[in-house]
C-alpha cells in the first residue's frame, strides 16, 4: 500500500525538485505522512460527516413526508377553516346599525416606500367595512423628506374622501417594524379597536378581506390570529422570481395549513394576517428582541394558550424580491431571526405550563429545529460540502437513496404546490443550494449570537409599477444612469459565491479524471449555478443596486 501511495506522490512532485534532493526519502517520508493522516484524521472526519449528513437528511425527509400525509386528510376529509371552526358572515342589523361589526384597525407600517405606498393605501381604504367601524393607520417611519411628503399627501387626500385614515410618525426607527407597530398601538383612538390587521407597504388585500377574515374572531373566543395567504403580483418576473414561488407556495399550503390543522399553531408571517388586540396584549405585545418579531409574538401568544388559523382561500396580493441584493438581505434576516429566536426561547417553551406537550414538541423540533435550523445547514454541509469533497475520498461511498431518492422526493413533494413551474425543479434545487450557503451563515450568527448581523435589519427593496408595467420578459433590467458599467459590475460581484463554486468546480473535474460514480453531472451544475449568483447574473438589476 505504501509502495503504490509513493509512486502516486511522486507523480505530482515536479521533476526539478526530485532532482534537487539527493535521494528520495523526503518524498518518501511526505507520502506516509499523508498516507497517516488520511487514515487516521481525514477519512474517519469524513464518514462521521457523511453520518451526520445523512441523520439530517432523514429528518428532512420525514418532515414534508408526514406534512404530506396530513394535507391528503385534510383535503380529503374537507377540513376547512371554515368547518373546524364557526364561521358566520356577519349581516347589518336595522336596529343596532354598524355597532354589529366590531371596530377594526388596519396598520401600514412602511419606510421610504415610493414605489409602492400608494397601492398599499390605497387597497386598504377601499377595504368594504363599516367607515366608522373602521380605522386606517399609516405608520411612516421613512427618513426621506420627499417620500414622507407624498405619503402624507396621499393620506390627506383619502382623509378628504371621508375615510378615517391616521398618518403616523416617529421621531427614531427604534425597533425598526416592532417599534412602529408598538408605537401605532399606543394612540388612545386604538382603545376602541378590537382586532388589528397588518399589511407591509407592498401587500394590496381585496375588498372583502375584512368580511372573510374577522367572523372567526367573532364566532371564536379562543382564535388569536387570522393568517391569509400570499398572491405574487410579480411571480412572472423573472427565473429567480418563479423559484420563490414554488418555495412559499409550499410554505403556505403546506407548512402553514398542517401548523393550523393539526396543531392551531404557526408562525405569524408579519403581514396579511389580522390579530385580536387582546391576544397580542396578553402575549406582551410586539418585541424588537429578533428581527422576526412576527414569529416572537406568535410564539408568545402561542404559549398563552391562543389558537391560530390559516385561511389558505383569502389570498392578498404582494411582491417577490426580484433583485438578488434585496432577495440576499430577505434571506438572512428570515434565518438569522428564527435561529436567534429559538436560542431566547426554547427554555420558555419547554417550562410552559399552558400548552399541551404534543404542542412543545412540534414548536421544537419541527417549526424550529428541523425547518429553521436543520434545513438550512443540512442542505449547504451535505449538497455543497460534504458530497463534493467525496470525490477525493473513493474509500467513502454515500448510499444511492441519500442522492436520489431522498433530495428527488423532497423536490417532488414541493413542486406539487406549484404544478405550472415542474419543469424548473432542477434550477429550483441548484439555487436553493446556492441560497442555503447564506442561510447557514444566518443560521449560525443568529444561534450564537456571532458578529454584528444578528439584529440586522435591510427593508426588502420594492419595485412596485416600474416592474409590474414592463413589458420584458426576460428579467428586465431597471439601470441606473449615473453608475458606470465597472462599479455595476464589482457591487453585483460575490466573492463567496464565487469561491464556493470554484471549490465544487475542482471536485468536479477531479471526479472526471479519478472518480466511478457520475457525480460531477452534479457537481458541474452546482458549479454553474454558484457562478451566475456570484457574478451577478440572477433576478433583475434595479435602479438602487
Known amino acids: 500500500m505504501i509502495d503504490i501511495v509513493h509512486k502516486d506522490w511522486v507523480s505530482l512532485i515536479p521533476k526539478t525538485l526530485l532532482q534537487w534532493t539527493s535521494n528520495d526519502d523526503i518524498t518518501q517520508e511526505l507520502g506516509v505522512l499523508w498516507q497517516q493522516l488520511r487514515v487516521l484524521c481525514l477519512i474517519p472526519f469524513m464518514k462521521f460527516a457523511v453520518y451526520v449528513c445523512l441523520t439530517m437528511s432523514v429528518m428532512l425527509f420525514i418532515e414534508p413526508v408526514y406534512m404530506a400525509i396530513v394535507i391528503l386528510f385534510v383535503k380529503l376529509t374537507g377540513r376547512k377553516p371554515e368547518k373546524r371552526y364557526k364561521w358566520e358572515e356577519l349581516k347589518d342589523d336595522v336596529e343596532a346599525g354598524n355597532s354589529n361589526y366590531p371596530m377594526v384597525l388596519v396598520q401600514i407600517p412602511m419606510y421610504n416606500e415610493k414605489e409602492v405606498y400608494q397601492l398599499s393605501i390605497g387597497a386598504a381604504c377601499a377595504l368594504s367595512w363599516p367607515s366608522d367601524r373602521i380605522i386606517i393607520q399609516v405608520l411612516d417611519d421613512s427618513t426621506d423628506p420627499i417620500v414622507k411628503d407624498l405619503v402624507e399627501v396621499e393620506c390627506q387626500q383619502w382623509a378628504s374622501k371621508g375615510i378615517n385614515i391616521k398618518y403616523q410618525i416617529r421621531s427614531n426607527r427604534e425597533g425598526y417594524k416592532a417599534g412602529a407597530l408598538k408605537e401605532g398601538l399606543k394612540h388612545k383612538y386604538v382603545d376602541m379597536c378590537e382586532f388589528v390587521a397588518i399589511f407591509d407597504a407592498d401587500f394590496q388585500p381585496d375588498p372583502d378581506f375584512l368580511y372573510k377574515s374577522i367572523p372567526y374572531f367573532v364566532h371564536n373566543p379562543e382564535i388569536g390570529l387570522v393568517q391569509t395567504r400570499w398572491k405574487f403580483v410579480n411571480a412572472n418576473t423573472c427565473?429567480?422570481?418563479?423559484?420563490?414561488?414554488?418555495?412559499?407556495?409550499?410554505?403556505?399550503?403546506?407548512?402553514?395549513?398542517?401548523?393550523?390543522?393539526?396543531?392551531?399553531?404557526?408562525?405569524?408571517?408579519?403581514?396579511?394576517?389580522?390579530?385580536?388586540?387582546l391576544a397580542l396584549k396578553e402575549a406582551g405585545g410586539w418585541k424588537d428582541r429578533t428581527t422576526v418579531e412576527d414569529m416572537d409574538l406568535s410564539v408568545r401568544a402561542s404559549l398563552k394558550g391562543w389558537k391560530f388559523v390559516y385561511v389558505g382561500a383569502i389570498l392578498v396580493k404582494s411582491e417577490l424580491p426580484s433583485t438578488f441584493k434585496a432577495f440576499r438581505f430577505q434571506q438572512h434576516r428570515w434565518s438569522c431571526g428564527p435561529a436567534n429566536l429559538?436560542?431566547?426561547?426554547?427554555?420558555?417553551?419547554?417550562?410552559?405550563?399552558?400548552?399541551?406537550?404534543?404542542?412543545?414538541?412540534h414548536v421544537i423540533y419541527s417549526f424550529f429545529f428541523v425547518r429553521k435550523i436543520i434545513a438550512h445547514t443540512g442542505t449547504f454541509l451535505f449538497y455543497c460540502v460534504v458530497i463534493p469533497t467525496c470525490v477525493f475520498f473513493p474509500e467513502i461511498v454515500i448510499p444511492k437513496w441519500a442522492l436520489l431518492y431522498i433530495p428527488a422526493i423532497i423536490t417532488i413533494l414541493n413542486a406539487l404546490e406549484t404544478p405550472r413551474s415542474m419543469h424548473l425543479v432542477v434550477f429550483w434545487v441548484l439555487f436553493e443550494n446556492v441560497m442555503s450557503m447564506h442561510r447557514t451563515k444566518g443560521t449560525l450568527i443568529g444561534l450564537f449570537e456571532a458578529g454584528g448581523r444578528v439584529n440586522e435589519w435591510v427593508v426588502t427593496e420594492k419595485i412596485g409599477d416600474?416592474?409590474?408595467?414592463?413589458?420584458?420578459?426576460?428579467?428586465?433590467?431597471?439601470?441606473?444612469?449615473?453608475?458606470?458599467?465597472?462599479?455595476?459590475?464589482?457591487?453585483?460581484?460575490?466573492?463567496?459565491?464565487?469561491?464556493?463554486?470554484?471549490?465544487?468546480?475542482?471536485?468536479?473535474?477531479?471526479?472526471?479524471?479519478?472518480?466511478?460514480?457520475?457525480?460531477?453531472?452534479?457537481l458541474f451544475g452546482q458549479t454553474i449555478a454558484f457562478y451566475v449568483t456570484g457574478f451577478g447574473y440572477v433576478g433583475t438589476l434595479s435602479s438602487q443596486s
Not at 243 to 270: D, P, R, T
Not at 342 to 361: A, C, D, P, T, Y
Open 239 to 277: 427565473l429567480m422570481t418563479r423559484v420563490q414561488q414554488m418555495s412559499l407556495n409550499y410554505h403556505f399550503k403546506v407548512e402553514q395549513e398542517v401548523g393550523s390543522s393539526a396543531y392551531a399553531f404557526f408562525g405569524f408571517n408579519g403581514t396579511a394576517g389580522v390579530w385580536r388586540i
Open 342 to 361: 429559538f436560542r431566547k426561547m426554547v427554555m420558555e417553551i419547554i417550562k410552559s405550563q399552558r400548552v399541551s406537550l404534543w404542542k412543545k414538541v
Open 466 to 522: 416600474a416592474l409590474l408595467k414592463s413589458k420584458e420578459n426576460n428579467c428586465p433590467a431597471v439601470k441606473s444612469s449615473n453608475k458606470s458599467r465597472y462599479s455595476d459590475f464589482r457591487e453585483r460581484l460575490s466573492l463567496l459565491e464565487l469561491g464556493m463554486g470554484t471549490y465544487i468546480l475542482i471536485c468536479a473535474c477531479y471526479d472526471v479524471v479519478f472518480g466511478k460514480y457520475w457525480l460531477f453531472i452534479y
